[in-house]
């Protein structure tokens, strides 16, 4: 139980464009989804936390108009990369958190997102 | 954003031997977890500590959630080559906001 799948899974793009990643809790009910970003041979960094129905909380640096997150069902949240540019590209990681097997407390990941802007 | 800090960087052995890293912080945290992150996928969760003194063990692996709240380590024990990848601590300091906060990785590459 309590697997994330997240769509695409790669995803290559213009300079300019806009790009939306999904991420989906499978088999449990997700009241909170975080999203995370890791660069290249570095650590997972937060960039928001959103919870169902309420507007996302950004991390300091991240900016909340440029990474737009809805979070509209307790198994779907989307993460929209707006006017994407080079400097975006990296790994994009959702988890979630809820009402699954195990302590409440637990964040199951999804497998990732690989956002290549050219 | 704040990190805990992790070591080694990176471990290069030969399989059957023994792994020891650790995490440590400034900051005390409620809980500790410990991922496995192969390339291209997600962190897969290996273990979880919940009180402080507490020793874990998943197979091959323990882990120990240290006393001041404020480090933990990993052992992998008779290392194969599935266990390459890179692990990460990551701790949760609990409260309204309740953010896990990652390590800074450590590679593990076992020769066979």
């Known amino acids: 139980g309590a697997v994330v799948s997240q769509h695409p899974s790669r995803v290559i793009c213009k300079s300019g464009t806009s790009v939306k990643i999904e991420c989906r809790s499978l088999d449990f009910q997700a009241t909170t989804m975080f999203w995370y970003r890791q660069f290249p041979k570095q650590s997972l960094m937060l960039m928001a936390t959103s919870n169902e129905g309420s507007k996302a909380t950004y991390e300091q640096g991240v900016e909340k108009d440029k990474f737009l997150i809805n979070h509209a069902s307790l198994t779907l949240s989307t993460l929209t990369v707006t006017s994407a540019h080079p400097e975006d590209s990296s790994f994009y990681i959702c988890?979630?958190?809820?009402?699954?097997?195990?302590?409440?407390?637990?964040?199951?990941f999804g497998p990732g997102t690989r956002l290549t802007v050219l | 954003g704040q990190q805990l800090n992790q070591s080694p960087q990176s471990m290069f052995i030969q399989e059957g031997e023994d792994v020891s890293m650790n995490c440590t912080s400034s900051s005390i945290f409620n809980t500790w977890l410990w991922y496995k992150q192969d390339p291209g996928e997600g962190p897969v969760l290996l273990i979880a500590l919940y009180k402080a003194g507490e020793l874990t063990s998943n197979g091959r692996l323990t882990a120990q959630f240290g006393i001041t709240r404020k480090d933990s380590f990993l052992n992998i024990s008779a290392s194969i080559p599935s266990d390459v990848g890179i692990y990460f601590c990551?701790?949760?300091?609990?409260?309204?906001?309740?953010?896990?906060?990652f390590g800074t990785g450590t590679l593990l590459a076992v020769q066979p």
């Open positions: 988890s979630a958190k809820g009402l699954a097997s195990g302590s409440s407390d637990t964040q199951y």
């Open positions: 990551a701790g949760l300091n609990g409260g309204a906001t309740n953010k896990l906060i």
